[in-house]
């Protein structure tokens, strides 16, 4: 987990130096490619969230189910867009 941590850094480092030399289209990919894995993150985020409270909350809620269902059914197909 570490040297993915460190990798990600030296990429993010790589790429302020690299900025100035970047196409116009080329920054247009780099910022929407940045913009889509936050947007996707915080998405994941959220539907973990809400997962974690349907199972922690008191009791068991068969409509808490189906929000979960269809929040990971927006993730799934969000990951499956980006590919």
Do not use: H, P
Not at 22 to 47: D, G, K, P, W
């Amino acid at each position: 987990m570490a040297n993915k941590m460190l990798s990600l850094a030296s990429e993010l480092k790589d790429l302020r130096c690299k900025w100035q030399t970047l196409s116009i289209y080329e920054r247009f990919e780099q910022t929407v490619l940045a913009e889509l894995t936050t947007v996707i993150a915080i998405i994941v985020v959220i539907a973990s969230w809400q997962l974690l409270g349907t199972r922690v909350g008191g009791g068991v809620s068969y409509s808490g189910f189906a929000e979960v269902g269809a929040g990971w059914g927006v993730v799934r197909g969000l990951v499956m867009s980006s590919r």
